[in-house]
């Protein structure tokens, strides 16, 4: 009797492998957009809490917040492979990440901080290369150095290349340590869902979130803050720490790790954008038109990888 071919039609993967792609960068951009927040919120409470207790107490919220997620939906222990890559995860996504971007705002304005943070695609897509040992072609890292280069020269010629901000460095330790971050728990949601990662990675944080809390806490401090405070440590705690990298390690599991990551390169102008919102900022067409070149540049960097 004939053997049955049972594989996939071409016409079902090409349609299933496009449904993954929208499915990544519909995730990605919502993730970054929601990641832009980041800097203008750290900017709002930095002048009640100290970085290092913005830092400590958003993630001791959303591990809070993690904790009964994971019993609920009981959730299985991680490996211990997957628990030493959990460990190195929240070392940008939970202490590295949130304290050093909050000591940058101590020091630099929110539009400034945004484009040192373009960084942060490039530093994820190499640390990604080195976990999945997977290497792209040169035109990819040519095009994410352009995209690189753009937010650079951008922030030369709208700030002068003497003005140089205290708050740079915490804000390029961010950019490391998030790269770390993002791309390690990329790798581990294609093991285990990526809500998953990122609530392991925050409860394993737990024995040292909880002592490093109640040593930072200030009842003053804590008393004081207003209704927007409280507010933007929330949407830091739970969208920021907990629920973004929900949608963020979904999209690059999916997506590739190179591949998304490059949609971080749009988060310095929606930055820049919440920034003349929420912060005051003088508003112009010149951040529009370079966010429309790096747009173009990310959608290139992803042809190259297409066409490998």
Aim: aromatic residues 10%; glycine residues 8%; charged residues 10%.
């Amino acid at each position: 009797m004939a053997r049955l071919n049972s594989s996939v039609p071409p016409s079902t993967a090409s349609a299933t492998s496009v449904s993954k792609e929208a499915e990544a960068y519909t995730l990605g951009i919502i993730s970054v957009a929601a990641f832009a927040l980041t800097l203008p919120f750290a900017k709002i409470l930095i002048g009640d809490l100290s970085a290092l207790q913005i830092g400590i107490f958003r993630s001791m919220l959303a591990a809070l917040a993690a904790l009964p997620i994971l019993l609920i939906m009981r959730v299985p222990l991680p490996n211990l492979s997957q628990a030493k890559r959990l460990l190195l995860t929240s070392t940008g996504i939970v202490y590295g990440f949130p304290i050093l971007t909050a000591l940058g705002m101590k020091y630099a304005p929110v539009s400034h901080g945004g484009v040192v943070l373009a960084a942060l695609p490039l530093a994820t897509a190499i640390v990604g290369t080195l976990i999945t040992r997977d290497r792209p072609p040169v035109t990819f890292w040519l095009v994410s150095i352009a995209g690189f280069l753009t937010v650079f020269l951008y922030t030369v010629l709208r700030y002068g290349i003497d003005d140089v901000y205290l708050g740079d460095l915490a804000l390029f330790g961010a950019v490391i340590l998030a790269g770390i971050g993002y791309a390690q728990g990329g790798a581990l949601s294609k093991e285990m869902p990526g809500w998953q990662v990122m609530c392991w990675t925050l409860v394993m944080s737990l024995p040292l979130l909880l002592p490093l809390s109640i040593i930072v806490y200030d009842h003053e401090a804590v008393r004081t803050l207003d209704a927007t405070s409280w507010g933007a440590l929330a949407f830091l705690a739970f969208v920021n720490s907990l629920f973004g990298f929900f949608s963020w390690n979904r999209a690059l599991a999916v997506g590739g790790i190179q591949k998304i990551s490059q949609l971080q390169l749009l988060q310095p102008f929606i930055t820049y954008i919440y920034a003349v919102l929420l912060m005051g900022e003088v508003f112009d067409w010149v951040p529009l038109t370079v966010c429309t070149i790096v747009i173009g540049l990310v959608v290139l960097s992803k042809r190259t990888l297409a066409h490998r």
